[in-house]
């Protein structure tokens, strides 16, 4: 039951946190410290949760991912026009996680993953949300140009570090270009749900070769929990978050950094 209820609560974790700007893959780390928990023989359920994560913004998003389908279809294979726009923000999308995508499968399983590194990774995404707070109150763009998507691109290869939040290092470069909040978010969680499918078919090359203990109720009831609190989260961020309550996810990133580094000296 012990360990039922720790799948069921990493599950969640990994749910919210994927969402949020608060880093999945730093507290995942913490939290697997605290548990006594082994990631690296956690090939597959890790597979599972982050697959839960991303059919939830499969999901949430399967308008606007229809449409850009469409579009492209459209402009390539019948010349329309008035799809040209669909075909270029795909285009954008692509660029975006082009770097992240070649640095990831380059660098990703050299990097530390520690309470110690975590702990600073995480204090790094706190002050660069808090930067961003800052600039609430400039003038916003509705729009993202072609060096707009090549700058949030290369923010986006700091996510690779365990512990630099993938949504926040987004929205930082985002917002640092003055584009609207919620024009961040969708280019955010569609480039996320591009990069994903790469990484989910190494996830489950990795998860057949790999000699992992299974525990099958526990690996299911966490599969469930990282799309039911993903769902729920990314509906919450999109529709409520605003630009002057990313001061909270500032706190909150540093005293988790905080608390990351002083159980790093105690464990």
Same mark, same amino acid.
């Given at each position: 039951?012990?360990?039922?209820?720790?799948?069921? *609560?990493?599950?969640?974790?990994?749910?919210?946190?994927?969402?949020?700007?608060?880093?999945?893959?730093?507290?995942?780390?913490?939290?697997?410290?605290?548990?006594?928990?082994?990631?690296? @023989?956690?090939? *597959?359920?890790?597979?599972?949760? @982050?697959?839960?994560?991303?059919?939830?913004?499969?999901?949430? !998003?399967?308008?606007?991912?229809?449409?850009?389908?469409? /579009?492209?279809?459209? !402009?390539?294979?019948?010349?329309?026009?008035?799809?040209?726009?669909? !075909?270029?923000?795909?285009?954008?999308?692509?660029?975006?996680?082009?770097? =992240?995508?070649?640095?990831?499968?380059?660098?990703?399983?050299?990097?530390?993953? +520690?309470?110690?590194?975590?702990?600073?990774?995480?204090?790094?995404? /706190?002050?660069?949300?808090?930067?961003?707070?800052?600039?609430? +109150?400039?003038?916003?763009?509705? +729009? *993202?140009?072609?060096? @707009?998507?090549?700058?949030?691109?290369?923010?986006?290869?700091?996510?690779?570090?365990?512990?630099?939040?993938?949504?926040?290092?987004?929205?930082? /470069?985002?917002?640092?270009?003055?584009?609207?909040?919620?024009?961040?978010?969708?280019?955010?969680?569609?480039?996320?749900? =591009?990069?994903?499918?790469?990484?989910?078919?190494? /996830?489950?090359?990795?998860?057949?070769?790999?000699?992992?203990?299974?525990?099958?109720?526990?690996?299911?009831?966490?599969?469930?929990?990282?799309?039911?609190?993903?769902?729920?989260?990314?509906?919450?961020?999109?529709?409520?978050?605003?630009?002057?309550?990313?001061?909270?996810?500032?706190?909150?990133?540093?005293?988790?950094?905080?608390?990351?580094?002083?159980?790093?000296?105690?464990?």
């Amino acid at each position: 039951m012990i360990e039922l209820i720790k799948y069921i *609560v990493l599950g969640i974790i990994q749910g919210i946190t994927e969402i949020f700007p608060v880093s999945s893959s730093g507290h995942l780390t913490l939290f697997s410290n605290l548990f006594g928990i082994d990631l690296t @023989n956690l090939t *597959v359920f890790l597979m599972i949760t @982050n697959t839960g994560s991303f059919l939830a913004l499969l999901l949430f !998003f399967k308008t606007d991912i229809k449409e850009l389908i469409v /579009g492209t279809y459209k !402009f390539l294979i019948k010349k329309e026009e008035t799809s040209k726009e669909d !075909f270029q923000y795909v285009l954008k999308l692509l660029i975006a996680v082009i770097p =992240i995508g070649v640095f990831g499968l380059l660098f990703k399983d050299m990097l530390p993953n +520690d309470l110690l590194s975590v702990g600073f990774a995480l204090i790094l995404t /706190g002050l660069l949300l808090f930067y961003v707070y800052r600039v609430k +109150d400039i003038q916003w763009k509705n +729009d *993202v140009s072609w060096k @707009n998507a090549m700058i949030i691109g290369t923010f986006q290869i700091f996510a690779i570090f365990p512990g630099i939040s993938r949504s926040g290092i987004t929205m930082t /470069g985002g917002l640092i270009q003055k584009i609207e909040l919620k024009k961040v978010l969708k280019f955010s969680f569609l480039s996320y749900i =591009i990069v994903s499918v790469p990484v989910m078919i190494l /996830g489950f090359y990795k998860a057949l070769t790999a000699s992992e203990s299974i525990h099958v109720l526990g690996y299911s009831l966490a599969f469930v929990m990282s799309f039911v609190f993903s769902f729920i989260s990314v509906r919450i961020l999109y529709k409520y978050v605003k630009v002057k309550n990313l001061i909270y996810f500032s706190i909150y990133c540093l005293t988790v950094g905080v608390l990351s580094i002083i159980l790093y000296f105690v464990l």
